[in-house]
């Protein structure tokens, strides 16, 4: 089975997805995000997982863009990088996702996500080497490198983590209702493709 997780209703992908494909709303952060996919998974093994929602922008990633993750961290955890964290990964848990290319996101923002239980603005401190910040990513991405499923994270960029916003939320979000999340058609992309050719995240 293809998993494709997302947090709210909202972020939903649009269209009939292909038989061999689900849907899983997981709720908002990296706790029910990993444990409702590893529900899922008990009854039903997955081939690969495709991670989607909306994401901040941070360090001029804009808002309105595709953001395809190339890397992610866990970012809340505020001890010492010398204290290891235990199960062979450094802290903030750094892992390496496959950088594909999408007929229907021919240029997306690649590169860090980062990965909290807060909201970010432009008083939280954060990796300046990041594109954007989410609340799921990162603990999929470790989920699915133990267990050696192919993983891809596709987001839209509703908001601005630390800067201006161009729309307020409330008009992105009636923006995306008539529109639809701009990775819908990725979704159909990637399940079309299979897992084939995709490699599990790795540790850094």
């Not at 290891?84 to 903030?92: E, F, T």
């Amino acid at each position: 089975m293809i998993y494709i997780t997302y947090a709210m209703p909202e972020e939903a992908p649009r269209g009939e997805l292909p038989a061999n494909a689900r849907a899983i709303q997981t709720g908002i952060g990296k706790v029910l995000a990993v444990s409702k996919l590893t529900k899922a998974m008990v009854r039903e093994p997955a081939e690969m997982v495709i991670s989607v929602g909306f994401c901040g922008g941070i360090n001029g990633t804009p808002q309105g863009a595709m953001v395809m993750a190339s890397e992610t961290r866990q970012w809340d955890l505020y001890l010492h990088e010398s204290i290891p964290l235990g199960h062979d990964y450094a802290m903030h848990c750094p892992m390496r996702l496959p950088e594909i290319t999408l007929n229907s996101v021919p240029h997306p923002v690649r590169g860090r996500m980062i990965t909290g239980d807060r909201f970010v603005d432009s008083t939280v401190h954060v990796n300046k080497e990041a594109v954007a910040v989410d609340m799921e990513t990162a603990a999929l991405a470790l989920l699915c490198g133990e267990l050696k499923i192919p993983m891809v994270s596709l987001r839209e960029v509703s908001d601005i983590a630390d800067g201006p916003q161009g729309m307020n939320h409330k008009e992105f979000m009636d923006y995306i209702s008539e529109k639809g999340p701009g990775y819908s058609d990725a979704v159909r992309e990637l399940a079309a493709r299979g897992p084939g050719s995709i490699p599990p995240p790795q540790k850094i």
